[in-house]
């Protein structure tokens, strides 16, 4: 079964719009760990950012920003004022405890699509 | 963050023949080291897990003879696509897991392979 779902599968916006792409994840485990991940065209994935399970803080990093909810098991990304360079494919993914520490189950990715 | 670099970024090979992909930590020694392949418009699919002096992991349903894994030291993996045919073809990323964070995983640029 699907753990991680990227509802959105391709999103356009105009640059200096904001755009936020959705996560919602399952799992059992009280302990776990959430990311996101750039892939721009070139294909090399970039960390953006990993949140454990415990720390629900909103986080704000330049443009960028994540809202953790445990309560609907969302991490949700935010691009503010997007520049075309923001364009890329956005993955998600979800690492738990109770699987082989480390391993990575990826959500099916969102498209990003900014003009000019 | 940490590099991990992996050649080559891309191979054509004959069908039958083998081919071999290599997965260097450049400023890290990676214990751990994960391969995934992506097809197009997809998302990652994990096929194993690389730990150093020990055999891979395959996950299910990738075959370990067809996929050879190798992590001969802390700093490289190998992947060999032995006998590939043209269903082989495909985007194949590596990445390390950074030692004291094991769920950050640094990706390489990832290798495209087409198999004639």
């Known amino acids: 079964a699907q753990k991680v779902t990227q509802a959105q599968t391709e999103i356009s916006v105009v640059e200096k719009e904001d755009v936020t792409l959705d996560c919602v994840y399952e799992?059992?485990?009280?302990?776990?760990?959430l990311f996101w991940y750039k892939q721009p065209p070139s294909g090399e994935l970039v960390f953006l950012i990993r949140r454990n399970s415990f720390d629900e803080q909103n986080e704000i990093s330049g443009r960028y920003s994540w809202n953790f909810q445990k309560s609907t098991s969302s991490f949700n990304f935010t691009i503010t004022a997007s520049q075309v360079v923001d364009s890329a494919v956005y993955f998600c993914a979800l690492s738990e405890a109770g699987d082989s520490w480390g391993k990575l189950q990826f959500g099916a990715g969102t498209q990003v699509v900014v003009t000019p | 963050g940490a590099v991990v670099s992996q050649h080559p970024s891309r191979v054509i090979c004959k069908s039958g023949t083998s081919v071999k992909i290599e997965c260097r930590s450049l400023?890290?020694?990676?214990?751990?080291m994960f391969w995934y392949r992506q097809f197009p418009k997809q998302s990652l699919m994990l096929m194993a897990t690389?730990?150093?002096?020990?055999?891979?992991?395959?996950e299910q349903g990738v075959e370990k003879d067809k996929f050879l894994i190798n992590h001969a030291s802390l700093t490289l993996s190998t992947l060999t696509v032995t006998s590939a045919h043209p269903e082989d073809s495909s985007f194949y990323i590596c990445s390390a897991a950074v030692p004291g964070a094991k769920n950050i995983q640094y990706f390489g640029a990832g290798t495209r392979l087409s198999v004639l």
């Open positions: 690389s730990n150093e002096g020990s055999k891979a992991t395959y």
């Open positions: 400023d890290f020694q990676a214990t751990t």
């Open positions: 799992t059992r485990d009280t302990t776990y760990y």
